[in-house]
Nanobody
Framework: QVQLVESGGGSVQAGGSLRLSCVVS????????MGWFRQAPGKEREGVAR????????YYADSVKDRFTISRDFAKNTLYLQMISLKPEDTAMYFC?????????????????WGQGTQVTVSS
């Protein structure tokens, strides 16, 4: 069983920054990938970023490339999402997820565990 707890969400103005954290407890394979997803009201959940836990290889959705950075800290078993140049369209509930498929589109798998989410609101 894997448990994930996100934090760091909040309300910022456009152009601002936030850093989300996700503490992971339970077994995490060094060969697995973890990811950040988001869901805005009335919209489908979308993948934001993915990272290979062992190699640190990253992948981003086009909508956040060059603005968001995903990273992980082995010692703290924590996943991060640094977000800069935030836009109103980034407003959503953000979720971390583990494990997620390491190839192909940013999507969850049948065995993916989810955190409870943290709200990010960007005002214009």
């Amino acid at each position: 069983q894997v448990q994930l707890v996100e934090s760091g969400g909040g309300s910022v103005q456009a152009g601002g920054s936030l850093r989300l954290s996700c503490v992971v407890s339970g077994y995490t394979s060094i060969n697995s990938c973890m990811g950040w997803f988001r869901q805005a009201p009335g919209k489908e959940r979308e993948g934001v970023a993915r990272i290979h836990f062992g190699y640190g290889i990253t992948y981003y959705a086009d909508s956040v490339k060059d603005r968001f950075t995903i990273s992980r800290d082995f010692a703290k078993n924590t996943l991060y999402l640094q977000m800069i140049s935030l836009k109103p369209e980034d407003t959503a509930m953000y979720f971390c997820a583990s494990p997620v498929p390491c190839v192909g589109r940013l999507t969850a798998g049948r065995e993916t565990f989810w955190g409870q989410g943290t709200q990010v609101t960007v005002s214009s």
